[in-house]
C-alpha cells in the first residue's frame, strides 16, 4: 500500500503540448490458462486536447483494453504511454491513483453506480475521494443532465437513461483532462441513448476535455472527430 | 446435480469460507463437551469410589453427629443374619502434598469380608503390619499415596488432622483390586485409631452392612430401624453417592448451561454464513428454480450444506473437547471438591455416546442455523434472480412487523422469567434469556439503518468518503451485514450478562464479606493449594483463644449435619451472645445483626440462611423442628442472612444448644474480635505464641481473610472470562466471513471505486469502516440486550440456582468489553480488508472488447 502524496507532481504539472494520451508501440497481452493472448499489438495513437475520438471494432479486438489503459486502469507490457504528461509505465502505483482521480473521468456501460449512494453522492464521489466537497459544482451538473429534483434518489429509484445520466455526471464533476465512455450507450435504448450521447458531447465541450469513446454504434462514431479500428489488438486505421 | 452446483463447487472454490464455519461450530461442541466430560469424570470417580469403597456392603446406618457405637448393642438380633461393620471416613491435610488425603478407619478383624483390600505383604511382614495397625500408628496408604509421598513400608509421614500435625507410620501398602482412581490417596486405618485421631471416641460415621444371607434389603433395614433410636437412618450404600451427585450434576448443569453460550454463538455464526451463501448464490437459486428446480430440491442443498457444516465442526469439536477437558478438569477440580468435600475428578473417559452427543449437537445446531437462511431462499422467485445483475439485498421486514416480533419476543422473555424453577433448575429463566439474546436478530437490521444512517459530518470528505462508502455497502447488503452484526451482539450481550452477573456477585460479595466478617481475627484450618480446607479445629484451640482474648470476644462457629422435614441440612452453632456484641452477618430485612443476635441469645431463637428461606418458604417469626442426634430441636426464626458461602440450606443456633446435641468436634472456624485497646499484629503474635507451635492453623486478619475470600471468588468465576474469549473469538469469526464474502461479491464494486480514482488506502479503510459498523451496530444491540439479560441472570437465574438474592450492578469492566469487541472487528476486517486491496481497478471493465 503506497500512500499519496498529497500535492504529487500530478497537481503541479499540466500537460504542456497539445495532446492529452500518446500511444507508441504499446504492447498488452494477458493469459487465458495456458495461452497468451495478445490484446494489445504495438498500438500508437495519440488524442487531442478536447478532441473526440471513437474506437470501434468487433468484440474482441482490444478497445477496452486500449481505454484500460488509456485511463490508467491497466499498465501496458510493452511501449509507451503518456497520459497527461505521465509516463504511465514508470509512475507508481500511487500516481496512477491521483491521475484517475484528477484528470480522467469514466463512462462505464452499465452505469456502475453506488447502489445505496444517492444521485448526489455518486456525483459527487470522485471529489470526495480527494477529500474535496462542491456542492454547487455537483447541483450545476444535475441540472445540466436534467436531474435536479432526483438529487436525493438512489440508483434503484431511476430509470436507466437517468442512471447513466448520473455517470456522465460523474465523470465530468472533477473537471478532468479526458473522458474515456465503454459503450455508454450500449445498454440503454435509442432515444435515450441519443440523449446521453448528446448530452455527453455537450457538457465534455463546455468542459474542455478529450473524449475517447468504444462503441459498435455507427451513429455514435459518425458524431466523432476521428474514428479509430481496431482489429486482434492492432490499429487499423484512422478516419476524421 | 443441484447439490454440487448450490454447494459443492463453491465451497470447493472457497475452502477458507467453510472451515471459518466449521471452526466456529467445533469451538462451540468442544466447550460442551470438554465441560460435561470434565464433570462426569467427577460423577465417575465418586460413583466409583462410593461403590469400591462400600465394597460388598448393602445398607448404612448413619445420623447426623455420628453413631454411638454403644448402640451396636441394639443390633445383636441381626448379627446372625448380617455382618456389621463400623466405619470412619474422613479427609486430612497432608502437608508433603498441600492437598487432601482420604482416611479409611475400619475394624481391621471383620473388614476383610466387605472390602476388595489386599495388603502387599505375606507371612511375618503381614502378621507385622496387622499388628501395628492394631495396636499403634500404624496405617496401610494405597500405592499411588505412597508414591506420591516417596516413602515405603516403615516410614513415617506427617498429616493435619484437627489442625493438629500427626504422625504415623506406614505398616503396609495395598494395591485395590479394583477401581483404582477410587482409592488414589487413601490411607486405611484401624477404627480405634481414627476414632482417636478425629475426637470420635465412642462414635463411628456409619455402620456398613452386609447380609450373610439373601435377605429382603428392604425388610432388613425396617427390621435395624425397628431396633434403634428413632434418630437413625438406614439407606442404601448408593445414597451418599445419589446426595454427592446431585450437588455435582447441578454443578454441572450450570457450568454446561454457560458452556451452551458458546454453542448459541456458533449457531448464529452458522445462520451467518448460510444467510450470506444464499445471498450471494440467489441468483443461481433463482436459475435454477426457472430452469425447474423445486424448492424442496433447493432445501435439500442447503441442508446438506449445514448438515456437513455440523457434522464435521461436531467431530472436530468432540476431538478438541476432548483435549480440552484435562483442562476443564482442573478448573472445576476446586469447585467440586468444595460442593462434596473428598471427590476429585478422575481420568477423563471419552465414551462412545459423549462423542456422538457432540457431533449431534452440531449437527443439529447447524440445521436449526440453517432455517432462517433456507426461509430466504426459498422466498427467491425464479424471476428475482434473472433480472438483476448483482446479487440483491433481501427487503426488510417492514417496521411494524419487526416491532410486532420484538415485542413478542420480550413479552415471552418476561412470561418465562416469571415461572418458578423446574426440578430445582433455572430453565425457564435460562429459556428468557435465549429470546432476549433472540430479540437481536429483529434489532441487527433496524441498528445497521441507524450506524449506515450517521452521517460523518466531523470529518474531512477525504476520511469520511470512506466511511460513506462502507455505510453504503452495509445499506446493500443489509441482510448480511444484520446477521454479522447479531452475530457480534449474541457474543457482547453473552460478555456483558455474565460481566453484570458476576460484577453484581463481586459487589455483594465485597459487600457482604465486610459486614459478615467484622471479626479482626479469623482462625481456620490449613488449606489445600487449591484452596480447599476440610476438617475441624481442636477444641483445645478454642481454649486458648479464650484464654488470650477472653470469652466475650471469641465466637467459635461449629457445623454438621441434620435433617429438615426429612433433607439433609446444615446446622451451626455460634456465639450468638458474642455476635450480639460485635455484629455479624446482614440480614435480608435490614435489621441490624446485633440486634437479630441479641433477640436470638435471649429466645433461644434460630436464624438461618437465605438459601434455606427460599428453599423451605419460611421466614422470620416461623418455627423450625430440626432434627438432630439428640432429637427434635423446635427454633424460632430470628432473622433470614445472606449467605454467599454456600447454597445448601444452613440453619445456626446458639452454641451451648447445639454443643447439647452434638459432640464436640471442635469448631469450622474461629472469629476474634479484639478489645478495642489492642493492637492488631501483637495481637496476633500474642496468640500463635500461645498456640506455641502446637497447631497447624492459619490465623487471618481481616483484610487477609476478604482478600482470601475475593481470591476464591474470582478463582471460580475465572472460567466465564475463557468463554468470553471464546465469543469473541466467534464473533471475529463471523465478521470476517461476511466481510470476505461481501468483499468478493463487491469485486466489481470496488473496482470502479479505484478507477474513480480510490487510492489503496481508502479502499483499505473503506473495507475496516465496514467492519467498524457492524461491530458498533452490534456492540449497541448486544450491550443493551446484555444488560437486560445481566439483569435476569442476576435476579432470577442466580436466585432459583442458589438462593441468593444479589444488588444488580453494572460493572464499569462492561466498557472494558466494547474497548475489545470493537478492536476485534477491525482486526477482522483486516483479512477482508488485504483481500480488497488485490482489487485491479481493470476488473471495473469487460476485458471483452
Same mark, same amino acid.
Given at each position: 500500500?503506497?500512500?499519496?502524496?498529497?500535492?504529487?507532481?500530478?497537481?503541479?504539472?499540466?500537460?504542456?503540448?497539445?495532446?492529452?494520451?500518446?500511444?507508441?508501440?504499446?504492447?498488452?497481452?494477458?493469459?487465458?490458462?495456458?495461452?497468451?493472448?495478445?490484446?494489445?499489438?504495438?498500438? &500508437?495513437?495519440?488524442?487531442?486536447?478536447?478532441?473526440?475520438?471513437?474506437?470501434?471494432?468487433?468484440?474482441?479486438?482490444?478497445?477496452?483494453?486500449?481505454?484500460?489503459?488509456?485511463?490508467?486502469?491497466?499498465?501496458?507490457?510493452?511501449?509507451?504511454?503518456?497520459?497527461?504528461?505521465?509516463?504511465?509505465?514508470?509512475?507508481?502505483?500511487?500516481?496512477?491513483?491521483?491521475?484517475?482521480?484528477?484528470?480522467?473521468?469514466?463512462?462505464? !456501460?452499465?452505469?456502475?453506480?453506488?447502489?445505496?449512494?444517492? =444521485?448526489?453522492?455518486?456525483?459527487?464521489?470522485?471529489?470526495?475521494? &480527494?477529500?474535496? !466537497?462542491?456542492? &454547487?459544482?455537483?447541483?450545476?451538473?444535475?441540472?445540466?443532465?436534467?436531474?435536479?429534483?432526483?438529487?436525493?434518489?438512489?440508483?434503484?429509484?431511476?430509470?436507466?437513461?437517468?442512471?447513466?445520466?448520473? =455517470?456522465?455526471?460523474?465523470?465530468?464533476?472533477?473537471?478532468?483532462?479526458?473522458?474515456?465512455?465503454?459503450?455508454?450507450?450500449?445498454?440503454?435504448?435509442?432515444?435515450?441513448?441519443?440523449?446521453?450521447?448528446?448530452?455527453?458531447?455537450?457538457?465534455?465541450?463546455?468542459?474542455?476535455? =478529450?473524449?475517447?469513446? =468504444?462503441?459498435?454504434?455507427?451513429?455514435?462514431?459518425?458524431?466523432?472527430?476521428?474514428?479509430?479500428?481496431?482489429?486482434?489488438? !492492432?490499429?487499423?486505421?484512422?478516419?476524421? | 446435480?443441484?447439490?454440487?452446483?448450490?454447494?459443492?463447487?463453491?465451497?470447493?472454490?472457497?475452502?477458507?469460507? %467453510?472451515?471459518?464455519? *466449521?471452526?466456529?461450530?467445533?469451538?462451540?461442541?468442544?466447550?460442551?463437551?470438554?465441560?460435561?466430560?470434565?464433570?462426569?469424570?467427577? @460423577?465417575?470417580?465418586?460413583?466409583?469410589?462410593?461403590?469400591?469403597?462400600?465394597?460388598?456392603?448393602?445398607?448404612?446406618?448413619?445420623?447426623?453427629?455420628?453413631?454411638?457405637?454403644?448402640?451396636?448393642?441394639?443390633?445383636?438380633?441381626?448379627?446372625?443374619?448380617?455382618?456389621?461393620?463400623?466405619? @470412619?471416613?474422613?479427609?486430612?491435610?497432608?502437608?508433603?502434598?498441600?492437598?487432601?488425603?482420604?482416611?479409611?478407619?475400619?475394624?481391621?478383624?471383620?473388614?476383610?469380608?466387605?472390602?476388595?483390600?489386599?495388603?502387599?505383604?505375606?507371612?511375618?511382614?503381614?502378621?507385622?503390619?496387622?499388628?501395628?495397625?492394631?495396636?499403634?500408628?500404624?496405617?496401610?496408604?494405597?500405592?499411588?499415596?505412597?508414591?506420591?509421598?516417596?516413602?515405603?513400608?516403615?516410614?513415617?509421614?506427617?498429616?493435619?488432622?484437627?489442625?493438629?500435625?500427626?504422625?504415623?507410620?506406614?505398616?503396609?501398602?495395598?494395591?485395590?483390586?479394583? $477401581?483404582?482412581?477410587? #482409592?488414589?490417596?487413601?490411607?486405611?486405618?484401624?477404627?480405634?485409631?481414627?476414632?482417636?485421631?478425629?475426637?470420635?471416641?465412642?462414635?463411628?460415621?456409619?455402620?456398613?452392612?452386609?447380609?450373610?444371607?439373601?435377605?429382603?434389603?428392604?425388610?432388613?433395614?425396617?427390621?435395624?430401624?425397628?431396633?434403634?433410636?428413632?434418630?437413625?437412618?438406614?439407606?442404601?450404600?448408593?445414597?451418599?453417592?445419589?446426595?454427592?451427585?446431585?450437588?455435582?450434576?447441578?454443578?454441572?448443569?450450570?457450568?454446561?448451561?454457560?458452556?451452551?453460550?458458546?454453542?448459541?454463538?456458533?449457531?448464529?455464526?452458522?445462520?451467518?454464513?448460510?444467510?450470506?451463501? *444464499?445471498?450471494?448464490?440467489?441468483?443461481?437459486?433463482?436459475?435454477?428454480?426457472?430452469?425447474?428446480?423445486?424448492?424442496?430440491?433447493?432445501?435439500?442443498?442447503?441442508?446438506?450444506?449445514?448438515?456437513?457444516?455440523?457434522?464435521?465442526?461436531?467431530?472436530?469439536?468432540?476431538?478438541?473437547? /476432548?483435549?480440552?477437558?484435562?483442562?476443564?478438569?482442573?478448573?472445576?477440580?476446586?469447585?467440586?471438591?468444595?460442593?462434596?468435600?473428598?471427590?476429585?475428578?478422575?481420568?477423563?473417559?471419552?465414551?462412545?455416546?459423549?462423542?456422538?452427543?457432540?457431533?449431534?449437537?452440531?449437527? $443439529?445446531?447447524?440445521?436449526?442455523?440453517?432455517?432462517?437462511?433456507?426461509?430466504?431462499?426459498?422466498?427467491?422467485?425464479?424471476?428475482?434472480?434473472?433480472?438483476?445483475?448483482?446479487?440483491?439485498?433481501?427487503?426488510?421486514?417492514? /417496521?411494524?412487523?419487526?416491532?410486532?416480533?420484538?415485542?413478542?419476543?420480550?413479552? %415471552?422473555?418476561?412470561?418465562?422469567?416469571?415461572?418458578?424453577?423446574?426440578?430445582?433448575?433455572?430453565? #425457564?429463566?435460562?429459556?428468557?434469556?435465549?429470546?432476549?439474546?433472540?430479540?437481536?436478530?429483529?434489532?441487527?437490521?433496524?441498528?445497521?439503518?441507524?450506524?449506515?444512517?450517521?452521517?460523518?459530518?466531523?470529518?474531512?470528505?477525504?476520511?469520511?468518503?470512506?466511511?460513506?462508502?462502507?455505510?453504503?455497502?452495509?445499506?446493500?447488503?443489509?441482510?448480511?451485514?444484520?446477521?454479522?452484526?447479531?452475530?457480534?451482539?449474541?457474543?457482547?450481550?453473552?460478555?456483558?450478562?455474565?460481566?453484570?452477573?458476576?460484577?453484581?456477585?463481586?459487589?455483594?460479595?465485597?459487600? #457482604?464479606?465486610?459486614?459478615?466478617?467484622?471479626?479482626?481475627?479469623?482462625?481456620?484450618?490449613?488449606?489445600?493449594?487449591?484452596?480447599?480446607?476440610?476438617?475441624?479445629?481442636?477444641?483445645?484451640?478454642?481454649?486458648?483463644?479464650?484464654?488470650?482474648?477472653?470469652?466475650?470476644?471469641?465466637?467459635?462457629?461449629?457445623?454438621?449435619?441434620?435433617?429438615?422435614?426429612?433433607?439433609?441440612?446444615?446446622?451451626?452453632?455460634?456465639?450468638?451472645?458474642?455476635?450480639?456484641?460485635?455484629?455479624?452477618?446482614?440480614?435480608?430485612?435490614?435489621?441490624?445483626?446485633?440486634?437479630?443476635?441479641?433477640?436470638?441469645?435471649?429466645?433461644?431463637?434460630?436464624?438461618?440462611?437465605?438459601?434455606?428461606?427460599?428453599?423451605?418458604?419460611?421466614?422470620?417469626?416461623?418455627?423450625?423442628?430440626?432434627?438432630?442426634?439428640?432429637?427434635?430441636?423446635?427454633?424460632?426464626?430470628?432473622?433470614?442472612?445472606?449467605?454467599?458461602?454456600?447454597?445448601?440450606?444452613?440453619?445456626?443456633?446458639?452454641?451451648?444448644?447445639?454443643?447439647?446435641?452434638?459432640?464436640?468436634?471442635?469448631?469450622?472456624?474461629?472469629? @476474634?474480635?479484639?478489645?478495642?485497646?489492642?493492637?492488631?499484629?501483637?495481637?496476633?503474635?500474642?496468640?500463635?505464641?500461645?498456640?506455641?507451635?502446637?497447631?497447624? *492453623?492459619? *490465623?487471618?486478619?481481616?483484610?487477609?481473610?476478604?482478600?482470601?475470600?475475593?481470591?476464591? $471468588?474470582?478463582?471460580?468465576?475465572?472460567?466465564?472470562?475463557?468463554?468470553?474469549?471464546?465469543?469473541?473469538?466467534?464473533?471475529?469469526?463471523?465478521?470476517?466471513?461476511?466481510?470476505? %464474502?461481501?468483499?468478493?461479491?463487491?469485486?466489481?464494486?470496488?473496482?470502479?471505486?479505484?478507477?474513480?480514482?480510490?487510492?489503496?488506502?481508502?479502499?483499505?479503510?473503506?473495507?475496516?469502516?465496514?467492519?467498524?459498523?457492524?461491530?458498533?451496530?452490534?456492540?449497541?444491540?448486544?450491550?443493551?440486550?446484555?444488560?437486560?439479560?445481566?439483569?435476569?441472570?442476576?435476579?432470577?437465574?442466580?436466585?432459583?440456582?442458589?438462593?441468593?438474592?444479589?444488588?444488580?450492578?453494572?460493572?464499569?469492566?462492561?466498557?472494558?468489553?466494547?474497548?475489545?469487541?470493537?478492536?476485534?472487528?477491525?482486526?477482522?476486517?483486516?483479512?477482508?480488508?488485504?483481500?480488497?486491496?488485490?482489487?485491479?481497478?481493470?476488473?471495473?471493465?469487460?476485458?471483452?472488447?
Amino acid at each position: 500500500m503506497t500512500p499519496i502524496s498529497s500535492d504529487s507532481l500530478l497537481a503541479a504539472a499540466p500537460t504542456r503540448n497539445s495532446s492529452v494520451a500518446t500511444l507508441q508501440s504499446v504492447q498488452r497481452n494477458y493469459r487465458r490458462g495456458k495461452v497468451t493472448v495478445q490484446a494489445l499489438k504495438d498500438v &500508437d495513437l495519440c488524442i487531442e486536447r478536447g478532441e473526440v475520438v471513437a474506437l470501434t471494432g468487433p468484440s474482441g479486438c482490444g478497445k477496452s483494453t486500449l481505454l484500460n489503459v488509456l485511463s490508467a486502469v491497466d499498465r501496458a507490457d510493452g511501449g509507451d504511454v503518456m497520459v497527461c504528461g505521465l509516463d504511465l509505465r514508470r509512475v507508481a502505483e500511487s500516481e496512477l491513483t491521483l491521475l484517475r482521480r484528477r484528470k480522467i473521468g469514466v463512462v462505464f !456501460q452499465d452505469f456502475q453506480l453506488m447502489p445505496n449512494l444517492t =444521485a448526489e453522492e455518486n456525483i459527487g464521489l470522485p471529489l470526495a475521494l &480527494d477529500g474535496q !466537497q462542491d456542492s &454547487d459544482r455537483v447541483l450545476h451538473l444535475l441540472e445540466r443532465v436534467g436531474l435536479a429534483r432526483r438529487l436525493g434518489h438512489y440508483p434503484s429509484e431511476l430509470s436507466g437513461g437517468e442512471q447513466q445520466r448520473v =455517470a456522465v455526471a460523474r465523470a465530468l464533476v472533477h473537471r478532468p483532462e479526458f473522458v474515456v465512455a465503454d459503450e455508454p450507450t450500449g445498454n440503454l435504448d435509442s432515444s435515450n441513448g441519443k440523449e446521453i450521447l448528446a448530452m455527453l458531447m455537450e457538457i465534455r465541450l463546455e468542459e474542455g476535455a =478529450a473524449l475517447v469513446i =468504444a462503441t459498435h454504434d455507427k451513429e455514435v462514431a459518425s458524431r466523432a472527430d476521428r474514428v479509430v479500428r481496431l482489429r486482434d489488438g !492492432q490499429v487499423l486505421g484512422a478516419h476524421s | 446435480m443441484i447439490l454440487r452446483s448450490l454447494w459443492l463447487r463453491p465451497t470447493l472454490a472457497q475452502p477458507t469460507r %467453510a472451515l471459518i464455519t *466449521v471452526l466456529g461450530v467445533a469451538i462451540g461442541v468442544a466447550s460442551v463437551v470438554s465441560t460435561l466430560l470434565a464433570s462426569r469424570a467427577a @460423577i465417575a470417580s465418586m460413583s466409583a469410589d462410593v461403590q469400591s469403597v462400600a465394597g460388598e456392603s448393602r445398607l448404612e446406618i448413619s445420623r447426623p453427629g455420628g453413631f454411638e457405637t454403644s448402640d451396636l448393642e441394639a443390633l445383636r438380633p441381626i448379627c446372625t443374619e448380617a455382618l456389621l461393620a463400623p466405619v @470412619i471416613e474422613r479427609t486430612a491435610l497432608s502437608p508433603d502434598l498441600g492437598d487432601l488425603v482420604r482416611i479409611l478407619g475400619v475394624d481391621l478383624l471383620i473388614d476383610q469380608e466387605l472390602r476388595s483390600i489386599r495388603l502387599d505383604a505375606t507371612g511375618n511382614e503381614l502378621e507385622a503390619a496387622r499388628n501395628s495397625m492394631l495396636h499403634a500408628s500404624g496405617v496401610a496408604v494405597s500405592e499411588s499415596l505412597s508414591k506420591d509421598l516417596g516413602i515405603g513400608v516403615g516410614e513415617e509421614f506427617e498429616l493435619v488432622i484437627r489442625s493438629r500435625k500427626v504422625t504415623l507410620q506406614i505398616a503396609a501398602v495395598f494395591k485395590p483390586e479394583r $477401581f483404582d482412581s477410587a #482409592w488414589d490417596r487413601f490411607i486405611l486405618a484401624d477404627v480405634a485409631l481414627a476414632q482417636e485421631l478425629y475426637g470420635f471416641e465412642g462414635r463411628v460415621d456409619r455402620v456398613e452392612i452386609k447380609p450373610r444371607l439373601e435377605l429382603n434389603l428392604q425388610q432388613l433395614a425396617s427390621r435395624v430401624e425397628g431396633l434403634l433410636p428413632p434418630t437413625y437412618q438406614v439407606q442404601p450404600a448408593s445414597a451418599r453417592r445419589d446426595e454427592g451427585e446431585r450437588l455435582v450434576r447441578a454443578l454441572e448443569f450450570n457450568l454446561t448451561a454457560l458452556a451452551g453460550v458458546s454453542i448459541l454463538v456458533g449457531i448464529v455464526l452458522v445462520a451467518t454464513t448460510l444467510a450470506t451463501s *444464499v445471498v450471494q448464490r440467489q441468483n443461481q437459486i433463482a436459475l435454477l428454480r426457472s430452469l425447474g428446480a423445486s424448492r424442496s430440491q433447493i432445501a435439500r442443498a442447503i441442508l446438506v450444506e449445514a448438515g456437513a457444516i455440523g457434522l464435521v465442526g461436531g467431530s472436530l469439536g468432540v476431538a478438541l473437547g /476432548w483435549i480440552g477437558a484435562d483442562s476443564a478438569v482442573s478448573s472445576v477440580r476446586a469447585t467440586v471438591a468444595t460442593i462434596a468435600e473428598g471427590v476429585t475428578p478422575g481420568i477423563i473417559r471419552l465414551k462412545w455416546e459423549w462423542a456422538l452427543t457432540g457431533i449431534s449437537l452440531g449437527f $443439529f445446531a447447524s440445521i436449526f442455523a440453517a432455517l432462517l437462511p433456507l426461509r430466504e431462499a426459498l422466498r427467491t422467485p425464479p424471476i428475482q434472480g434473472l433480472r438483476s445483475q448483482h446479487p440483491q439485498s433481501i427487503a426488510g421486514r417492514p /417496521w411494524k412487523m419487526r416491532a410486532a416480533l420484538f415485542a413478542l419476543l420480550v413479552g %415471552a422473555a418476561a412470561f418465562f422469567a416469571s415461572l418458578p424453577p423446574l426440578a430445582d433448575r433455572p430453565i #425457564w429463566a435460562l429459556v428468557s434469556a435465549l429470546f432476549l439474546l433472540s430479540t437481536l436478530l429483529v434489532l441487527a437490521g433496524p441498528l445497521i439503518d441507524i450506524c449506515a444512517g450517521i452521517r460523518p459530518r466531523f470529518m474531512g470528505a477525504g476520511a469520511a468518503i470512506s466511511i460513506r462508502l462502507a455505510q453504503a455497502a452495509l445499506e446493500a447488503s443489509r441482510t448480511r451485514a444484520a446477521w454479522a452484526a447479531s452475530a457480534v451482539g449474541v457474543s457482547v450481550a453473552l460478555a456483558v450478562s455474565m460481566t453484570t452477573m458476576v460484577g453484581s456477585f463481586r459487589q455483594s460479595v465485597v459487600d #457482604w464479606t465486610a459486614q459478615a466478617m467484622p471479626s479482626d481475627l479469623y482462625v481456620r484450618p490449613l488449606t489445600t493449594v487449591g484452596g480447599a480446607s476440610a476438617g475441624t479445629i481442636d477444641p483445645a484451640l478454642t481454649e486458648v483463644a479464650i484464654d488470650t482474648f477472653g470469652a466475650d470476644f471469641v465466637d467459635p462457629f461449629h457445623q454438621s449435619s441434620a435433617h429438615y422435614k426429612g433433607n439433609l441440612i446444615l446446622l451451626g452453632g455460634a456465639a450468638f451472645t458474642v455476635v450480639a456484641q460485635h455484629g455479624g452477618v446482614p440480614f435480608l430485612d435490614g435489621r441490624p445483626s446485633r440486634e437479630v443476635f441479641a433477640e436470638a441469645a435471649e429466645r433461644s431463637a434460630a436464624v438461618v440462611n437465605e438459601p434455606f428461606a427460599r428453599r423451605y418458604k419460611v421466614k422470620a417469626g416461623d418455627t423450625l423442628s430440626i432434627d438432630t442426634p439428640a432429637g427434635f430441636i423446635e427454633r424460632e426464626i430470628a432473622g433470614v442472612y445472606r449467605d454467599y458461602s454456600g447454597h445448601i440450606g444452613r440453619v445456626v443456633i446458639a452454641l451451648e444448644d447445639y454443643l447439647k446435641a452434638y459432640p464436640n468436634e471442635g469448631p469450622k472456624s474461629i472469629a @476474634i474480635f479484639l478489645p478495642p485497646d489492642q493492637d492488631l499484629e501483637s495481637s496476633r503474635a500474642n496468640f500463635m505464641q500461645a498456640l506455641a507451635g502446637a497447631y497447624s *492453623v492459619e *490465623v487471618l486478619n481481616n483484610r487477609e481473610l476478604r482478600a482470601e475470600v475475593l481470591r476464591i $471468588f474470582e478463582g471460580t468465576f475465572a472460567v466465564t472470562i475463557a468463554l468470553q474469549i471464546i465469543s469473541s473469538l466467534v464473533a471475529a469469526i463471523a465478521v470476517i466471513a461476511v466481510l470476505s %464474502a461481501l468483499i468478493r461479491e463487491r469485486r466489481r464494486e470496488l473496482a470502479v471505486v479505484r478507477v474513480l480514482g480510490a487510492s489503496r488506502t481508502q479502499l483499505f479503510n473503506l473495507v475496516l469502516s465496514e467492519a467498524f459498523l457492524l461491530g458498533l451496530a452490534g456492540t449497541l444491540g448486544g450491550l443493551f440486550i446484555g444488560l437486560i439479560v445481566g439483569y435476569v441472570l442476576v435476579t432470577v437465574v442466580n436466585l432459583q440456582s442458589f438462593g441468593w438474592s444479589l444488588d444488580f450492578v453494572i460493572p464499569g469492566s462492561i466498557f472494558m468489553i466494547l474497548m475489545i469487541v470493537i478492536p476485534a472487528c477491525l482486526l477482522a476486517g483486516l483479512a477482508p480488508a488485504f483481500m480488497a486491496l488485490r482489487t485491479a481497478p481493470r476488473e471495473s471493465l469487460h476485458a471483452n472488447g
